[in-house]
């Protein structure tokens, strides 16, 4: 099987922003952009801006001249964003590895990443990254998923697919819940040189409404998509049908309400 786990290709980007925008991303971006505290002309980076839910947030909260630098590795997931954000506040929209920022040192007075960290295979490299081009006293503001039981309606759907394949169950959700491991990514920030690093455990409820939005978002608005297909591609469908009877039995049909659970990190240079 080929690696799919950070495949955002195709109509997934659509299906990841119409589903799963309103049910988990957008109510973290409120919480993420609130904690950023910029001077005034604040240079901004965005990083695994994705379909630009936090960037429009950012957009909304930001002094009217903060500029924004909104980066994601993934080209299919940048060309949607700027599609999607519009006109607004400045921003430039560029493709970067989070890795190996294309940018000088010391030329933001802020980092942003939203559920991003966790798909970055060097995650040391790239805090180490994002010190280096924060200005000194420049806030690194980020999140990462609980573990996956924690988040009941990714939970759930997960489970669902994986008893439809017991042999060879699709791996993608292992990746976004991966780093739930405060102490560790307190050691990687102070590692890299921040010396002011604080993390927060923020509960929140996920709302969709409909189950089947919320089967078909997790579903066909991610990679987990491509690892079905590779296996079955017929049961595609099947499974969010099943998923959905599965969320409306427990969570409800319409609305469907769970609760999630995240990290939210606040680093300064």
């Not at 930001?62 to 590795?73: E, G, H, S």
């Not at 805090?127 to 924690?150: H, S, T, Y």
């Not at 491991?181 to 002011?196: H, I, N, Q, Y």
Request: net charge negative.
């Amino acid at each position: 099987m080929s690696d799919t786990t950070a495949s955002f290709t195709g109509t997934i980007p659509e299906n990841y922003d119409r589903y799963m925008g309103p049910m988990f991303f957008e109510p973290y971006a409120a919480d993420l952009a609130a904690r950023l505290a910029v001077p005034p002309a604040a240079e901004i980076l965005e990083i695994a801006c994705g379909t630009g839910i936090v960037t429009k947030e950012l957009c909304r909260t930001l002094p009217a001249d903060a500029r924004i630098t909104a980066t994601d590795l993934n080209e299919a997931m940048i060309e949607y964003a700027a599609r999607s954000v519009g006109a607004g506040k400045t921003i430039s929209w560029q493709q970067a590895d989070a890795c190996s920022l294309p940018f000088d040192d010391g030329k933001f007075d802020a980092a942003v990443c939203q559920f991003g960290l966790m798909f970055v295979p060097d995650k040391q490299q790239a805090i180490d990254e994002v010190f280096r081009v924060l200005k000194p006293g420049g806030q690194f503001v980020f999140n990462v998923w609980d573990r996956i039981e924690a988040n009941e309606i990714s939970d759930l759907v997960s489970r669902v697919v994986a008893e439809h394949f017991p042999n060879d169950p699709p791996d993608f959700y292992r990746v976004p819940f991966s780093l739930f491991d405060t102490a560790a990514l307190e050691s990687m920030l102070r590692k890299s040189g921040f010396g002011s690093v604080r993390h927060e455990n923020v509960v929140l409820s996920t709302v969709s409404k409909t189950a089947e939005n919320a089967a078909r978002g997790l579903i066909e608005g991610s990679p987990m998509v491509l690892q079905i297909r590779e296996r079955d591609a017929g049961a595609i469908e099947p499974l969010i049908e099943r998923a959905t009877a599965a969320l409306a039995e427990r969570f409800g049909a319409a609305p469907c309400e769970a609760k999630m659970s995240a990290f939210a990190f606040e680093a300064v240079r």
